[in-house]
Each structure stands twice: as structure tokens, then as C-alpha cells.
């Protein structure tokens, strides 16, 4: 009875291929971004561009996470619209601060109703 030699491991950095039956695992990077993105775009939150910009980083690492797995990641979909999300959510916020910086919206914090 003749064996073969075993394959060799995976380079450094790289995870092995999917084990055939098991189910990949959703990237946490991505899933995070995602619902940063979603906060970031709520325009009721006043730090939407600190969410934004989160979403962006969360959604970049989760896209990499995804690729580096070699399919035992998901989740690209998350990931797009975590910095497709972002990117709306700082263009907005950024718009509103530059009304606010303008005049055009004025913030008024008194309880008086004039």
C-alpha cells in the first residue's frame, strides 16, 4: 500500500481552502460597517460623520477580510454598501455642517417658540 505525500500548508496570510460541506462564515467587518453606514445616513444623529467615516474603514476591511479567505468568508455585498453608505452619509453631514456654517440652518436651542 502505496501513500501519497501530503499537500503542502497554505502560504503565510492566506487561509486554507473551504472545508466541502461547511457553511462560510459572514464577515463581522462587513456586517459592522454595514450598520454603521446605516446610522451614519440617519440624519438624526449628530456624529453621522464620525458613523460614516467608521462605515468606510469597517467597510474597506471587510471587502480584504472577504478576499483573503479564499470562500470561507461572505458578505461583499455588506461590505459594498457599507462604503457605499458611508461615502452618502459624510456627504451629507458635511453638506449640513456647511449650512449650519452658513446660516441658511440655524440651530436654535432655546425652548421658546417665536
Known amino acids: 500500500m502505496s501513500y501519497d505525500n501530503p499537500p503542502p500548508p497554505p502560504p503565510p496570510g492566506q487561509y486554507g481552502a473551504p472545508v466541502p ?3 462560510p462564515k459572514r464577515s463581522g467587518m462587513a456586517v459592522a460597517g454595514f450598520v454603521l453606514g ?4 440617519v440624519p438624526c444623529f449628530w456624529g453621522c460623520l464620525i458613523f460614516s467615516v467608521l462605515a468606510i474603514v469597517f467597510g ?10 479564499a ?18 452619509g459624510l456627504v451629507l453631514g458635511v453638506l449640513y455642517w456647511i449650512l449650519v456654517a452658513t446660516g441658511i440652518i ?3 436651542y432655546s425652548g421658546n417658540i417665536d
Not at 64 to 69: E, M
Open 21 to 23: 460541506g461547511a457553511e
Open 71 to 88: 470562500g470561507t468568508r461572505t458578505g461583499e455585498t455588506q461590505a459594498k454598501w457599507a462604503v457605499i453608505l458611508g461615502i452618502i
Open 60 to 69: 474597506q476591511l471587510g471587502k480584504r477580510d472577504i478576499a483573503q479567505s
Open 106 to 108: 440655524d440651530i436654535n
Open 38 to 41: 446605516i446610522i451614519g445616513v
